[in-house]
């Protein structure tokens, strides 16, 4: 390398110049070339500030110097990493490309996969469907088979229950009308007249209109069921016909019965019968009479009205016609002296009077149902073998009373099943097979019904046994009731012997108390018979009680 001016010249003076420098090729420049480059680098005036004072263009050619000194040291360090970049974008280039090729193949992969789930899916769901339609059908069988196991038990029962009831609704309108007329017109009389007027006069005027009727008939199970009348025995109604057809009229007839209760059989039922229901006792004299009866006919509860005479207080008269006035949901019923008394259809009237032949008007026995309670020598017996047993042997009389509830509850559970499996069965949509709960009420009725079916009999055995034993006490309950019957027609003899059953029970158990006691129920029963007659002469006898 030599330096000229001259040479320098021509160069500068060069009009390709600055497109020789641009396309200067730096990669010619070696370690060498940078070494002769030093010596004018290091120089104090080879710089920019000097050269621009002697040239503007030899101050840039002094700059370009210095950069492609400087440029070849950096591009010397970087060149290494340069080519390792290249290098490595080469690697980056085949690899990209791989993982292209990969790309490709993973989507196409995919998308087989995919064609492949759903696939696997559609044949998913389609053996689902045919699991679910196997299940359901399966399902349909048990159910059918079910229907027909819960139905064959009741195939025989319900056949002959249809040609009873096809037989039953051909003499239906004269059993109706049979018992209409019982319950209208039978209630003041006794069992005799009474049996006369059901058998006799009011049948032979069914056949005589062409009415069919039923061979025999009992107006108290037509009427009530005997759910019912089981009831009304555990709420001390005794269990004799006639109080049984007393029960029936008084629950059923339509007009407010008065009952006709010497012995206060009647109104000692009806406290316990309605004793729940919130009854109010009053008589025609008490001091809140009106407000018991406006607060009862408000509220909707029962009144029973006590020791009634031959009239009742004209206030009723409203009540008794049953004079009701609806304004819009409300229910009214003025009263002589007070107009617009809120009334309840749940509320009750009952009247009892202990007169043992009381006269009423034509207009009250036209306003009312007069019923007669007074007691049968029948129904005293049976009475007086309920507390013979209780006195004698305790165990059995709660073990009948407590048969006599089991019994109607199984009754009743019995009826309440077979209404509600009726129901469903008349009112089910769709095909039954498919209606859970029909199958649910069916094998329920079914199940329910045998255990109650066993369990029926099985109390009817108890209670046949149970019956045998207590007749043993019979007897006692005969000879009870005729003294009674006795002592009440002394009174014919002479009105100082008027004498009341409650008297009567008194001496009875009085006599069972005193009475020898024995292992034997013969000879016990023989005591009690002696001591009561012995009693009961004492009772009546004026001299014993004078001296």
Known sequence: MMASWSETRLMMNDPKLLDILKGFETDTITDETCELMYPYLEMDDFNVEMAAKASGNVAGLCDW???????????????????SLKMAEAKLKVADAE?????????????????????????????????????????KMNAANKLI??????????????KEFEATSRRLIGDSALSCAFLSYCGPFNAVFREKLLDTLFREDCERHNLPVSTTINPVFFIASETKVGSWALQGLPTDSLSLQNGVITTKASRWPIMVDPQNQANSWIRNKEHSNGLTVTTLSAKYFRRHLEDSMCNGTPLLIENIEEEVDPVLDPVLNKAIIRSGKFLRINLPDKDGCDYSDKFKLYFTTKLSNPHYTPELSAQTTIIDFTVTMQGLEDQMLSIVVNNERPDLEEQRVQLVKDITDYKAKVAELEEVLLYKLANVEGNLLDDKDILDVLNNTKTTATEVSSKLKAA???????????????????????????LVECSEINPMYQTSLLQVLELFDLSMNNASTSPSVGVRCKNIIDENTHTCLLYTSPSPRDS
């Open 65 to 83: 110097c210095s950069a492609m000194v400087e440029y070849y040291f950096i591009a010397k360090f970087v060149a290494p990493k340069i080519e």
């Open 99 to 139: 993982l292209a090729d990969a790309e490709a193949e993973l989507q196409a992969k995919e998308s087989e996969l995919k064609g492949l789930n759903d696939e696997y899916a559609a044949a998913m769901a389609e053996a689902k469907k045919t699991q679910d339609e196997a299940d359901k059908t399966k399902a």
């Open 149 to 162: 196991g819960g139905l064959t038990g009741e195939k025989v029962r319900w056949t002959a229950q249809s």
């Open 460 to 486: 009817a055995e108890t209670q046949g046994e149970i019956q045998t034993t207590c007749e043993d006490y019979r007897p006692v309950a005969t000879r009870g009731s005729v003294m009674y019957f006795l």
